[in-house]
């Protein structure tokens, strides 16, 4: 509604940043944001060297050649707390990792999860790609495989972390070696493999996304600096333009 003030986002573009020091920054911010250190949302949106990443939910045979062939491949290997099974993330993928209030927004956990999917969803279509929700499987999904991917966890029971991982132009040869967010006949696809209408790099993502985000929380989205969470300066910025 015109008129009515919506607590700010932060969104921060972060560039490229490895696994390990981005779930440590997440983990530090989530916390101190379920304590009040922290007096703003906000919204770290990166790419990710190649890392696959096994959450709570995932089985050992979902690596398809095992821990030793995704190292093979060059790529990192990490157990999480996260939910879900096994994902991949890398160049070309835009990730996002919402600290979010959940309590203070008068969230529960599902209909975060929808929240989010809301926005991935009108993201690609924007980008000319058709994406929806499968009731079955948290995530956004194409008709050829999964766009989104969707696995979060609560600090102090209301705190949002981990997050979303949405295939621009990455190399879905990467799937090759897992079976994707453990699901039987299921597959990845791209917005680029989908013939995407716009630039769908991450940092091009980024600045789509995030106002979408923040919308479907209720909330005002505002620029921020890597700076400002203890990360190097980015050359990109975001516009926030939408």
Known sequence: MAGVWRPPLRVIWCGTVAYQAAWDLQRRLAAARASGELDEDLLLLLEHPPVYTMGRGGRRQHL????????????EYFEVDRGGSVTYHGPGQLVGYPIVNLEALGLDGIAYLRALESAL?????????????????????????????????????????????????????????????????????????QGASRDVSPAALADLVAPLVAHVLGLRPVPGSPEEVGLPPTPERLSLAG
């Open 64 to 75: 398809l050649r095992g821990e030793e062939g995704i190292r093979a491949s060059g790529a």
């Open 121 to 193: 969803i009108d993201a690609c279509q924007l980008c000319g790609v058709d994406a929806f929700r499968d009731p079955a499987y948290t995530g956004v999904w194409h008709r050829e495989g999964k766009l989104a991917a969707i696995g979060v966890r609560l600090s102090g029971r209301k705190v949002t972390y981990h997050g979303f991982a949405l295939n621009g132009t990455t190399d879905l040869s990467a799937f090759d070696l897992i079976l994707p967010c453990g699901i039987e006949g299921r597959t990845a696809t791209s917005l680029s493999a």
